[in-house]
């Protein structure tokens, strides 16, 4: 179902995407949340979604160095996106955490924080969607194996032909459209959560096909952009690449992609950079209203098929009269379209308005009566102007 608010100001969240080469510092950064404080003062929680088997082991005594207490810090080591996926929703739904024994299994120990507090993460960190990526796939071509194991007993495929056949098999144009979906789904996961989050990536060269001499080949672009899943970057507000200059590599360096807080301009460079520049995006907007958009993506897509349902319904179970001239209808419903589209939204509004009061329909694109249509004609030509 849709959701509304009104215009006032919410309280905006840090939600970011960093990605780059390998030894930029992304983990480094990520982990910075650690030094970030809530709107009244207290320290961040965070939760290390680590997907790249320590990445920032090494680092935490530094922290530690600084005055950070590491008890407010939860540090799960996963590369299942589902997982990860899991995890997001405990902390979103506000969940206890339990300890986790050596084999992975919850025990009956609750995770506390430095306040011995039961663990409610502010923030969220998942380091390491390349990885992510790389496990869905890989386990969407063990999944696609066995559904060539299927097809080759069905038809009746043994010895070398059925080894080929399964053996050879790799993703489907629908598969890659579910690991595109799963990765738009952690993102807006994530932005659901109500939470501060980062998500790390490596990069990759942008490509495109392009067809030359009559050919079509995939070239580079020469932009760089993560590489992480298909365009996981478009919900996020922030979206940094951490890279270092052969002439000064000891500095990193970020580009700003695109960042919506405005704590920086978008095509800005910065040396090194600090998570903690983003503060002020907790600092200046804490006195408005606390507002959380829910990942809702699959109550929407069956929404969208029961309206799609009902619609062809409704074009499949009416009778069309056989006196109604369609292009009759098409005229009529052009010339009131003509004016709607003049009309700026307080005026659209009023015609709108005016229809209700009359007792016509304000959505006409399915009807199709004449002398409904000649009246919602008449109502709105007075606005024509």
Not at 33 to 43: H, I, L, V
Not at 77 to 90: C, G, M, N, P
Not at 157 to 171: H, N, P, Q, W
Request: glycine residues 6%; hydrophobic residues 30%.
């Amino acid at each position: 179902m849709a959701r509304a608010r009104s215009g006032s100001c919410v309280k905006s969240k840090i939600q970011m995407v960093i990605f780059g080469e390998q030894f930029t510092g992304k983990s480094t950064l990520a982990l910075q949340f650690a030094y970030m404080k809530n709107e009244d003062g207290s320290p961040f929680k965070v939760l290390y979604l680590d997907a790249e088997n320590g990445s920032i082991d090494d680092y935490l005594p530094e922290l530690e160095k600084n005055g950070i207490n590491l008890q407010n810090i939860y540090i799960v080591y996963t590369q299942s996106l589902a997982e990860t996926e899991q995890y997001i929703r405990k902390a979103r739904d506000k969940e206890d955490f339990y300890v986790l024994d050596d084999d992975g299994n919850e025990t009956d120990e609750i995770v506390k924080d430095a306040d011995g507090k039961s663990f409610r993460p502010d923030a969220i960190v998942v380091d390491g969607t390349t990885v992510l990526n790389m496990t869905t796939k890989e386990g969407l071509i063990d999944f696609s194996k066995k559904r060539a194991a299927v097809k080759a007993t069905k038809a009746g495929l043994v010895g070398d032909e059925r080894f080929v056949k399964v053996e050879g098999s790799g993703m489907e144009l629908k598969d890659y459209q579910t690991v595109n979906f799963k990765g738009q789904n952690l993102i807006l996961d994530l932005t659901g959560s109500g939470l501060h989050y980062v998500v790390t990536a490596r990069e990759t060269d942008e490509k495109q096909t392009k067809e030359i001499n009559g050919t079509k080949e995939t070239v580079v672009t020469g932009r760089k952009i993560p590489d992480g899943f298909k365009g996981m970057e478009h919900n996020a507000k922030t979206v940094i690449r951490l890279y270092r200059d052969s002439d000064d590599y000891e500095t990193v360096k970020a580009f700003v992609e695109k960042d919506r807080t405005k704590a920086h301009k978008a095509g800005e460079i910065i040396d090194d950079p600090q998570l903690t520049d983003w503060q002020v995006v907790i600092d200046k907007t804490a006195k408005n209203k606390d507002y959380t958009i829910n990942n809702d993506i699959h109550s929407a897509i069956e929404t969208e098929k029961k309206i799609y349902e009902q619609e062809n319904a409704v074009t499949l179970d009416t009778d069309v009269k056989p006196d109604i001239s369609k292009d009759k209808t098409i005229k009529i419903k052009h010339n009131i379209n003509s004016i709607l589209k003049k009309l700026s939204p307080p005026e659209k509004t009023k015609a709108k308005n005016k229809l209700k009061e009359n007792n016509l329909p304000i959505s006409f694109s399915k009807e199709n009566d004449v002398e409904v249509l000649n009246k919602v004609y008449e109502a709105v030509k007075s606005f024509d102007k």
